[in-house]
Each structure stands twice: as structure tokens, then as C-alpha cells.
């Protein structure tokens, strides 16, 4: 149980353009939910957590117009990179927390971001 | 502001060795600690979780320690093997369900 799924596991873009990355509880409600970034042979850097039912809390240094969360449902979360760039290109890990456990999070399997 | 720092960042060692992986965080408010694996380009498994009222977890091979006071946590993983290769990160639980990860140390393990 407690599995959190992503998609697309990868996305290669052109400069401008905006993607959209998916995450899903698929088997229990996530009351909250995590957006991290990790950039090459580094940590996981959070970017927000996301409320269901509420607007997202933006970590310091995180652009909220540039990286929009939407967390419409108790099973999915969006992340919009909007007019991506190269310097946005990064693996994002999603994470939920809810129902299943409120000691813990559940990752999902992330979703390389290619900026060409 | 919470610090989590993991050394080493780098190791490599023979199979069979038994291995210390090393996790210190400057504020031991914390609710509590939790160690990863990440294997490359992949997202987390959850190893171990230790409240921030225990002292030890143990899964197996593994077995992770906390001390709260000194602002540590190790973990421990005996008879490793090249399965075993992957990049190992702590990261502490402020009680908001807030985790700040440690800087990772990247594992290898030769056959």
C-alpha cells in the first residue's frame, strides 16, 4: 500500500513552452502533498506543499508564478513549470501524506525535465 | 535554520564489509528521522524511521540509531553487497510533515 505514482517519468521540452507533471495516491487520500527538485548529485530541495482544496506554501527562492501546484482532489497534485527554460531542467519528486500515515511520506518515482 | 549534513559523501568499499553511513542535523527539534535510498534516476525507498522518542530501528541488514541531544543519526548496514549500491540520504521531519534532506552519500560497492 501507500504508493504514489508520477507522470510522465520523462519529458524533454523546448524552451517556452510549459509541461505539466502529474502526481497520484493510488490507494489512499493524500491530504498533503510535496514538490521537490534535485539537481544533479544533490539533495532533494523542497519547493511547496499543497493543501487539498487550498493554494500551495511556496518555499523561499521558489517562484509561485512560474511553478503553479494545483492539488484539486485527495488522490492528485499538479506541478505546471510554465515558459520553461534550461535552467529549469531538474528531476521533480512529488510526495503525500494523508490517510495511510501522518508520520511519514510516500515518494513518487519522479519525472526527468529536459529544457532544450 | 535546519542544517542536515551526511558524511561521507562519497563511498566505495568491498562486498562483505560492514559500513557506517554518518547523518548530523543542527537542531534536534525534530519529530523524526528518516533514512532513504535512492538508486539513479529513481525516486526514494524508505529504509528506516526512528521517532524522535527511539533510539534504534533494525530491518534486516540495516539498523539505524538516533541521537537526539547530539543532533545524529547512523546508519548502520552490515555484510553489504553490490545491491547494496545506491545513494543513501537522511532527512529529519520538523512535525509540520516538513523534511529537510541531508546532502546524500553516494554508495558503491564492488563485487
Known amino acids: 500500500g501507500a504508493v504514489v505514482s508520477q507522470h510522465p517519468s520523462r519529458v524533454i521540452c523546448k524552451s517556452g513552452t510549459s509541461v505539466k507533471i502529474e502526481c497520484r495516491s493510488l490507494?489512499?487520500?493524500?491530504?498533503?502533498m510535496f514538490w521537490y527538485r534535485q539537481f544533479p548529485k544533490q539533495s532533494l530541495m523542497l519547493m511547496a506543499t499543497?493543501?487539498?482544496?487550498?493554494?500551495?506554501?511556496?518555499e523561499q527562492g521558489v517562484e509561485k508564478d512560474k511553478f503553479l501546484i494545483n492539488h484539486a482532489s485527495l488522490t492528485l497534485s499538479t506541478l505546471t513549470v510554465t515558459s520553461a527554460h534550461p535552467e529549469d531542467s531538474s528531476f521533480y519528486i512529488c510526495?503525500?501524506?494523508?490517510?495511510?500515515?501522518?508520520?511519514?511520506?510516500?515518494f513518487g518515482p519522479g519525472t526527468r525535465l529536459t529544457v532544450l | 535554520k535546519q542544517e542536515v549534513t551526511q558524511i561521507p559523501a562519497a563511498l566505495s568499499v568491498p562486498e562483505g564489509e560492514n559500513l557506517v553511513l554518518n547523518c548530523s542535523f543542527t537542531?534536534?527539534?525534530?519529530?523524526?528521522l528518516q533514512w532513504f535510498r535512492q538508486d539513479p534516476g529513481k525516486g526514494l525507498t524508505s529504509l528506516l524511521l526512528?521517532?524522535?522518542?527511539?533510539r534504534e530501528q533494525t530491518s534486516g541488514r540495516l539498523n539505524a540509531s538516533l541521537d537526539k541531544s547530539s543532533g545524529r543519526s547512523t546508519l548502520y548496514i552490515a555484510a553489504s553487497q553490490p545491491g547494496d549500491s545506491a545513494t543513501y540520504l537522511c532527512?529529519?521531519?520538523?512535525?509540520?510533515?516538513?523534511?529537510?534532506f541531508g546532502t546524500g552519500t553516494r554508495l558503491k560497492v564492488l563485487a
Open positions: 490507494d489512499f487520500q493524500a491530504t498533503t
Open positions: 532527512a529529519v521531519n520538523l512535525g509540520t510533515y516538513k523534511y529537510i
Open positions: 526512528i521517532q524522535s522518542s527511539q
Open positions: 510526495s503525500a501524506t494523508g490517510t495511510v500515515s501522518t508520520d511519514t511520506q510516500y
Open positions: 537542531d534536534s527539534a525534530i519529530y523524526n
Open positions: 499543497s493543501n487539498e482544496g487550498s493554494k500551495a506554501t511556496y
